[in-house]
């Protein structure tokens, strides 16, 4: 007998397939969202507040979920757009997580009108190696016009002193400094103060995401 966990999965399969149909096979060519970031950085709680879906980020026992395969939502605003979940990237397991993902893109490339990346990060985890990987791989498949199409995301602001709020603070200026040369080209930072602050998600345009008009830079399969 199946789980519930089970149940739920297939019900998010079942969605990011209705969806996909939605994109390949609806009137008009669709507004995507594509989430990006490190495993744990609260990728898939973000899609759960910005189109009111569940089972992405928890599973029925209230256990964490890692996002493995690409997963799409949607949501209407004045628009309609479609968000997609990703993979994590983790050091070792990158060339595979970058290959999902643009295998992922590659599938709707052609029914695509705008794009708008956010890159989700935890405001507390350290800087390594791979948070550099990641910025180049938006790079590579971006380009520069893009950029002012990418919203930096910093999760994780729940704080009980005021020292923690101080460190996160820091931390958030060593992240700023990391991304520099995108933000001095026209990308966005946010902070989500706490999970509830994500109620400022129905401007899907949000934070300053404001999807373009730009191809994303992704060979063809």
Request: net charge negative; with cysteine.
């Amino acid at each position: 007998m199946a789980t519930s966990s089970t149940h739920r999965q297939g019900s998010i399969d079942q969605r990011t397939q209705e969806c996909l149909s939605l994109i390949k096979n609806g009137n008009n060519q669709a507004n995507v969202i594509i989430l990006l970031g490190r495993t744990g950085a609260g990728k898939s709680s973000l899609l759960e507040d910005i189109t009111g879906a569940d089972g992405h980020s928890m599973d029925a026992k209230g256990d964490d979920i890692t996002t493995e395969e690409i997963q799409i939502e949607f949501t209407m605003d004045e628009r309609q757009y479609f968000t997609m979940d990703t993979p994590g990237f983790d050091m070792g397991k990158e060339v595979d997580t970058f290959y999902k993902i643009i295998r992922g893109i590659q599938n709707i490339r052609d029914h695509i009108r705008t794009w708008g990346i956010l890159y989700v990060t935890k405001i507390d985890s350290r800087i390594e190696t791979i948070d550099e990987k990641l910025l180049e791989f938006i790079r590579c498949f971006s380009g520069k016009d893009f950029v002012p199409n990418i919203t930096f995301v910093t999760t994780h602001w729940n704080w009980h002193h005021e020292k923690e709020k101080m460190a996160k603070n820091n931390w958030l200026e060593k992240r700023k400094e990391l991304w520099r040369s995108y933000l001095d080209n026209g990308a966005q930072c946010t902070t989500m103060v706490g999970w509830a602050a994500m109620v400022l998600t129905p401007k899907i345009s949000f934070a300053g995401t404001t999807i373009g008009t730009q191809s994303l830079n992704v060979p063809r399969a």
